[in-house]
């Protein structure tokens, strides 16, 4: 008899260990199949005119990417580094100028980006390209009544894994002619 409780023993201890190894490993993969591959999310609108919609790209994406417009302004081309509060850029268009503000500022989450164009300036924005990381989002203004906007505020990159907005990289305008202005 006292084997027979043995072996039952045993038999218990297995049954239960392999219990135990199957609700971890059912536990793993719920979890695996419910987190999902960590990736950037396009965020809130805070109170930007429109929604941003995300744009995933190896590269800093261009107004061409998004139905090719004529004139991008991009902060590549005016300076080496990311966009800075207060940095002004200068550009020219079929022999007229304008001057684009920008204001960078940090949020609860990261950085934010505003921007104006210069007054009496003949130029609006299209579309504005905020990227940080591997990842950018896309603020296509043409969905508004006017087609354009002369000036906006709490732009963002999207947001990463870690639930922040991605520092700011690089920001391009899709310029448009201000019908205004013109």
């Given at each position: ?16 260990g392999?219990?135990c ?5 059912t536990?793993?993969l719920?979890v ?85 164009f ?28 006017a087609?354009?906007i ?27 002619p ?5």
């Amino acid at each position: 008899m006292r084997a027979t409780t043995q072996a039952t023993t045993r038999s218990t201890r297995a049954r239960w260990g392999a219990r135990c190894v199957g609700l971890g490993l059912t536990t793993a993969l719920a979890v695996t199949f419910t987190a999902g591959t960590a990736s950037a999310q396009p965020g809130p609108q805070l109170s930007a005119e429109v929604a941003p919609v995300e744009y995933t790209a190896e590269v800093n994406p261009d107004c061409s990417d998004i139905n090719g417009f004529a004139l991008e302004v991009d902060t590549d081309e005016t300076a080496p580094d990311a966009p800075v509060n207060g940095e002004v850029i200068n550009f020219s268009s079929g022999g007229q100028n304008g001057t684009i503000t920008l204001g960078v500022t940090e949020g609860e989450q990261g950085q934010l980006l505003s921007f104006d164009f210069g007054i009496g300036s003949p130029f609006a924005a299209g579309a504005v390209i905020v990227k940080g990381s591997n990842n950018a989002n896309v603020y296509d203004y043409r969905t508004t009544m006017a087609g354009q906007i002369e000036a906006d505020e709490t732009l963002h990159s999207p947001i990463n894994p870690s639930g922040n907005f991605a520092d700011l990289s690089h920001v391009a305008f899709c310029i448009v002619p201000d019908g205004d202005n013109t």
